[in-house]
């Protein structure tokens, strides 16, 4: 079945500065890759999603880019603010004609002011 | 709009007490629907996932079970709890055919 990995497991940086958290998945018949974002105590939610006939979407700061090739995917974040530390998460769907979700373990980032 | 329910919020239960966790969707049909635990300070496990009513598959063999008796209602169930039950139980939905899921507000058990 799919396998995600998920790099860095914690990320601090300066506020201003961009974030970048990456994934790899093994299943190469993956299509679609969501990034969610759960800050503590609350639910998960989805920030941003690409499927596989794209190699990049942005939404104001955040942005996603897919490498197929490689099987990987990253989030940058832009400008980063205090709000922004949470964990994030990264998915790929699942094998097996379900619409599944694979996650990755989560990244902790951490904006200091 | 949709939006999705789970109670109770926060629970504590003895260990070998039974568990029901209720999850409820408002504003969609036939939706897909999952359970997922969520360790303290860890990934999120798909623990069973739900295409219809009555129709519930389990991803990994364990102390739980789900029940789908209506189409927006998912049930997650023990006869038995045990310590490692402890955790955070997501419910989430997609619409059919579709990968985005949303998630609901958890239920936090802590089993002692």
């Known amino acids: 079945g799919e396998n995600v990995e998920q790099h860095p497991s914690t990320l601090s940086v300066q506020e201003g500065d961009s974030a970048v958290i990456k994934c790899t998945y093994s299943d190469s018949a993956s299509n679609y890759f969501p990034w969610y974002k759960q800050e503590l105590g609350k639910r998960p939610q989805l920030i941003i999603d690409i499927r596989s006939n794209v190699g990049e979407k942005k939404d104001q700061r955040i942005a996603v880019t897919l490498n197929k090739t490689a099987k990987h995917f990253s989030l940058h974040i832009t400008e980063t603010q205090p709000e922004d530390s949470a964990v994030y998460f990264c998915?790929?769907?699942?094998?097996?004609?379900?619409?599944?979700?694979?996650f990755g373990t989560g990244t902790r980032l951490l904006v200091s002011p | 709009s949709q939006t999705i329910h789970q109670w109770p919020a926060t629970l504590v239960q003895p260990v070998g007490s039974p568990l029901s966790l209720e999850c409820t969707v408002e504003g969609t049909s036939n939706p897909n629907l999952y359970w997922y635990r969520q360790a303290a300070g860890r990934g999120l496990q798909l623990l069973f996932y739900s295409v219809g009513i009555g129709q519930i598959s389990s991803e990994v063999p364990q102390n739980l079970s789900a029940s789908r008796p209506q189409d927006r209602q998912f049930i997650l169930s023990s006869k038995k709890l045990l310590l490692s039950d402890s955790g955070f139980y997501l419910c989430?939905?997609?619409?059919?055919?579709?990968?985005?899921?949303?998630f609901g507000p958890g239920t936090r058990l802590t089993v002692t």
């Open positions: 989430a939905w997609s619409v059919t055919g579709r990968y985005e899921q949303y």
């Open positions: 998915a790929a769907s699942g094998a097996g004609g379900f619409q599944k979700l694979v």
